[in-house]
């Protein structure tokens, strides 16, 4: 006998997905994705000339910033920019624009659980629509 999720959803279930494009004008490229209630917003800026003192300028660098729906970060959210940035850093292609760095902005619209795999999803979507050069893209649900 198969018990329902709090969701309605049985076990076996995935949380109806859904994703918007283009969604953000003064953006290079953003995207909206949901996965059941969840929802984030993700903004692509660059890339743009420079990296960060740390960081090697042979190469392009991602930059992640993780905005809360409400309040402050806090140490799940940057435990999320950390494995946001390295997903990105290991698809992006980051030789061909050297010494540039492009920005990702997550905003986080609503939780209700797979925040993380919603934000993967959303990022990459919106490196697709900033045509940023990508070796493959990462996807994640739960």
């Given at each position: 006998?198969?018990?329902?999720r709090?969701?309605?959803?049985?076990?076996?279930?995935?949380r109806?997905?859904?994703?918007?494009?283009?969604?953000?004008?003064?953006?290079?490229?953003?995207?909206?994705?949901?996965?059941?209630d969840?929802?984030?917003?993700?903004?692509?800026?660059?890339?743009?000339?420079?990296?960060?003192?740390?960081?090697?300028?042979?190469?392009?660098?991602?930059?992640?910033?993780?905005?809360?729906?409400?309040?402050?970060?806090?140490?799940?959210?940057?435990?999320y920019?950390?494995?946001?940035?390295?997903?990105?850093?290991?698809?992006c292609?980051l030789?061909?624009?050297?010494?540039?760095?492009?920005?990702?902005?997550?905003?986080?619209?609503?939780?209700?659980?797979?925040?993380l795999?919603?934000?993967?999803?959303?990022?990459?979507?919106?490196?697709?629509?900033a045509g940023?050069p990508m070796?493959?893209?990462?996807?994640?649900?739960?």
């Amino acid at each position: 006998m198969e018990v329902d999720r709090a969701d309605g959803r049985n076990p076996n279930q995935l949380r109806p997905l859904a994703c918007s494009c283009s969604i953000l004008h003064r953006a290079h490229g953003s995207a909206s994705w949901s996965q059941g209630d969840t929802k984030v917003l993700a903004a692509v800026y660059g890339p743009k000339a420079g990296t960060k003192k740390n960081e090697n300028p042979e190469k392009a660098s991602i930059e992640v910033i993780w905005k809360p729906r409400t309040g402050q970060i806090g140490k799940p959210e940057k435990e999320y920019e950390i494995i946001l940035k390295r997903t990105l850093q290991s698809i992006c292609i980051l030789t061909i624009n050297p010494n540039t760095t492009t920005s990702v902005i997550i905003q986080v619209v609503h939780d209700d659980g797979a925040l993380l795999p919603c934000a993967i999803n959303a990022a990459c979507a919106a490196l697709v629509d900033a045509g940023i050069p990508m070796k493959h893209l990462a996807g994640s649900l739960l």
